[in-house]
């Protein structure tokens, strides 16, 4: 699970309907940041702007990222100190919707609540969904992208007999599931909240774009042979969103699918033992 490790405590997640009404230019998404590295997955408000993120849809359940927004309304001078404190905001939660890159409605909007507050004057991360998992889903099947965990089992699985067999030419099966260009997405997102004057307020539409894929933040070139697949051990596999990359990242060793699933198997008619020279 990440942190947060700035002022902005986040005390609760879910879903809801809802909408907002005025819109307050002072508070506003000035950006996304680049997901922070693991294992401490802690973002922070000196972390570099994403520009772009890369998605498998074999891999990503969702995709959250850490939002900088800020609240540019100026603390007042003077002894009125009830109406400064009122431009102060508490945050009620953002609203997400995901559009193609002619416009059309992918998914959303789906509005996720949680509490955070932002000072008057001030900057601070909010973490939030870039894509949540509903649009995730819809555009796998759209695309028919096949779960790197499925396809696993289809080409390496057991048959009936319990034994696996690769036939010859097995691993284009895999290839031939992998696709490295699938159309981008734009994620237009808002934050909603109220001063605590009790005035409604709303970020600007903010929107980012996203590169999607089909298995290829997979290293399926360790499952080459079955004797790779099946008696190798696995590379240790890192993250702090799965199957999305911005700005640094890793791939996922396929034999963290594969290792282990059995120690016999016949490969392009031959029997194959992890133990065999």
Same mark, same amino acid.
Request: aromatic share 10%; net charge negative.
């Given at each position: 699970?990440?942190?947060?490790?700035?002022?902005?405590?986040?005390?609760?997640? $879910?879903?809801?309907?809802?909408?907002?009404?005025?819109?307050?230019?002072?508070?506003?998404?000035? @950006?996304?940041?680049?997901? !922070?590295?693991?294992?401490?997955?802690?973002?922070?408000?000196?972390?570099?702007?994403?520009?772009?993120?890369?998605?498998?849809?074999?891999?990503?359940?969702?995709?959250?990222?850490?939002?900088?927004?800020?609240?540019?309304?100026?603390?007042?001078?003077? @002894?009125?100190?009830?109406?400064?404190?009122?431009?102060?905001?508490?945050?009620?939660?953002?609203?997400?919707?995901?559009?193609?890159?002619?416009?059309?409605?992918?998914?959303?909007?789906?509005?996720?609540?949680?509490?955070?507050?932002? +000072?008057?004057?001030?900057?601070?991360?909010?973490?939030?969904?870039?894509?949540?998992?509903?649009?995730?889903?819809?555009? !796998?099947?759209?695309?028919?992208?096949?779960?790197?965990?499925?396809?696993?089992?289809?080409?390496?699985?057991?048959?009936?007999?319990?034994?696996?067999?690769?036939? $010859?030419?097995?691993?284009? !099966?895999?290839?031939?599931?992998?696709?490295?260009?699938?159309?981008?997405?734009?994620?237009?997102?808002?934050?909603?909240?109220?001063?605590?004057?009790?005035?409604?307020?709303?970020?600007?539409?903010?929107?980012?774009?996203?590169?999607?894929?089909?298995? #290829?933040?997979?290293?399926?070139?360790? #499952?080459?042979?079955?004797?790779? +697949?099946?008696?190798?051990?696995?590379?240790?596999?890192?993250?702090?969103?799965? $199957?999305?990359?911005?700005?640094?990242?890793?791939?996922?060793?396929?034999?963290?699918?594969?290792?282990?699933?059995?120690?016999?198997?016949?490969?392009?008619?031959?029997?194959?033992?992890?133990? +065999?020279?």
């Amino acid at each position: 699970m990440r942190c947060v490790t700035t002022a902005m405590a986040v005390l609760a997640v $879910g879903l809801a309907a809802g909408s907002c009404v005025d819109n307050e230019q002072s508070f506003y998404i000035e @950006h996304i940041k680049v997901l !922070a590295d693991p294992p401490s997955c802690e973002s922070n408000t000196g972390d570099a702007k994403a520009s772009a993120a890369l998605l498998d849809l074999a891999l990503a359940d969702s995709f959250r990222g850490y939002y900088y927004i800020t609240n540019g309304t100026m603390i007042r001078k003077g @002894h009125d100190t009830l109406k400064a404190e009122s431009n102060g905001i508490l945050i009620d939660g953002m609203e997400v919707y995901v559009i193609n890159v002619d416009g059309a409605l992918v998914g959303g909007p789906e509005f996720f609540q949680f509490q955070g507050y932002l +000072a008057p004057d001030s900057s601070d991360i909010a973490p939030g969904y870039v894509v949540p998992a509903s649009v995730v889903r819809t555009l !796998a099947d759209a695309h028919g992208c096949k779960s790197a965990a499925d396809l696993a089992v289809d080409v390496f699985g057991s048959t009936g007999a319990g034994v696996p067999e690769l036939p $010859g030419g097995f691993y284009q !099966a895999v290839l031939d599931e992998i696709e490295y260009d699938l159309p981008a997405i734009y994620s237009v997102v808002r934050f909603l909240g109220h001063t605590q004057g009790g005035k409604e307020v709303e970020t600007n539409e903010y929107s980012f774009m996203v590169q999607l894929c089909c298995n #290829c933040l997979v290293n399926w070139h360790n #499952c080459f042979s079955g004797k790779g +697949a099946y008696c190798e051990e696995p590379e240790e596999y890192q993250t702090c969103n799965e $199957g999305v990359i911005s700005g640094s990242g890793s791939t996922k060793d396929c034999r963290l699918y594969t290792y282990g699933l059995t120690s016999v198997w016949t490969e392009n008619g031959v029997s194959n033992t992890c133990d +065999a020279e």
